[in-house]
């Protein structure tokens, strides 16, 4: 058995296939082609958006929202999550200011926020971690007290809706990562979803080394174009989002019935949510009782992911020391049990039964 916390989801291939063609057809593989015009378009009417820029990868979109933002300074942000969330503010030249998390969300703790504000701090850039929607209302309101720029790192959340909206309407940039091991991916990818024509315009030549057109150099630019070979996936992908989703709830409701009652946390997701249901984490009383879990499972060809440890406020380069109780007690306890498409009931129960076994000793 080789079961993985995650697995990338292939559509038909035949359907990839009849992307491939048309691309041969056109004979065009990059730079701004109809695939990726195509991917842009589907995505804003999926999600019903109105701006959005398709790039390279999800890292790379948080860059480019700091860079047009021209985010300088502090960055207030959360110890809990994936790397790429601190190491882009580090990237773009800012110091992350790590700020708490709610124990039960798992998101920034907003009641933190405001005594980690500084006069050089210029915006929070936080998660909404496993999918699971930040407290968006409160985040507003600090940004537009003390004049901070917000940016979401939505890697996780591509199919959430809060109070009926997609997750990335809020804030005034949201990044998506289109990444293999996401729910929807196209293999590599990521966008920004952005609130006005000419912040999207100004991004679409950032994109494309700062080229306004095809000689005429507008700005300073990177390369963060993506490929028609890559929109092709998206596009296909996008047809399965829904029966996505959908798996994946059927499988975390199997986990739910299987580990009620036991001596594990779960994430609490926010009031008002669509949940994507885009990783099932458990949080275990003890380290021991993880540690035991997931070698009983490598045993058994499980291979459970330990996301998100370590805590990003424990990072060796960062220069400033911020203790986070919450987020490293998190962190040392969390589990994400395998969850993908076509993980068999046989397969849920089977984890399922190890951690029972686990629990009890
Ligand atoms: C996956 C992920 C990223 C990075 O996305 P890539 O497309 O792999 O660059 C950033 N932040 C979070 C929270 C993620 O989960």
Redesign the pocket.
């Known amino acids: 058995m080789n079961i993985t916390v995650s697995k990338p989801f292939l559509p038909p291939l035949e359907r990839y296939l009849s992307y491939l063609k048309l691309i041969w057809e056109k004979e065009w593989l990059t730079n701004n082609g109809p695939m990726v015009r195509e991917f842009e378009a589907r995505l804003k009417e999926y999600l019903n958006l109105d701006y959005i820029v398709y790039v390279s990868?999800?890292?790379i979109a948080?860059q480019l929202a700091l860079k047009i933002l021209n985010i300088k300074g502090e960055v207030i942000t959360s110890p809990f999550?994936?790397i790429?969330?601190t190491s882009a503010i580090l990237w773009e030249g800012c110091e992350p200011q790590m700020v708490d998390i709610f124990s039960d969300t798992l998101n920034i703790n907003t009641s933190l926020i405001e005594e980690a504000i500084t006069d050089r701090t210029s915006a929070i850039l936080v998660?909404h971690i496993f999918g699971n929607p930040c407290d968006v209302q409160k985040i507003e309101e600090i940004g537009k007290k003390y004049r901070l720029k917000i940016i979401y790192?939505g890697?996780?959340a591509f199919g959430t809706y809060y109070d009926n909206r997609s997750i990335f309407a809020y804030g005034d940039i949201a990044t998506i990562?289109?990444?293999a091991t996401?729910l929807f991916h196209t293999v590599?990818?990521?966008a920004l979803v952005v609130r006005s024509k000419e912040i999207e315009r100004k991004l679409r030549m950032m994109r494309n080394f700062g080229f306004a057109d095809e000689y005429a150099i507008c700005g300073l630019g990177i390369n963060a174009k993506n490929s028609e070979l890559h929109a092709a996936m998206g596009l296909c992908n996008l047809f399965h989002v829904k029966d996505i989703i959908n798996e994946r709830k059927r499988i975390s409701e199997r986990y739910d019935k299987n580990l009620e009652g036991l001596p594990i946390k779960k994430q609490k997701i926010a009031e008002g949510t669509q949940y994507n249901y885009s990783y099932y984490p458990v949080i275990f009383p003890e380290k021991d009782v993880l540690e035991w879990t997931v070698s009983q499972c490598q045993k058994m060809g499980i291979f459970p992911k330990r996301y998100f440890y370590p805590s990003l406020n424990q990072l060796s380069f960062l220069k400033k020391r911020t203790f986070c109780p919450v987020s490293e007690y998190i962190a040392e306890r969390i589990l994400c049990l395998p969850m993908y498409n076509n993980l068999s009931v046989s397969t849920v129960d089977l984890i399922s039964e190890i951690v029972i076994n686990a629990l009890r000793g």
Do not use: I, R, V, W
Request: charge should be negative; avoid cysteine; proline fraction near 5%.
């Open positions: 990868n999800g890292t948080l999550s994936f790429a969330t998660p790192d890697a996780q990562s289109f990444h996401k590599e990818g990521g």
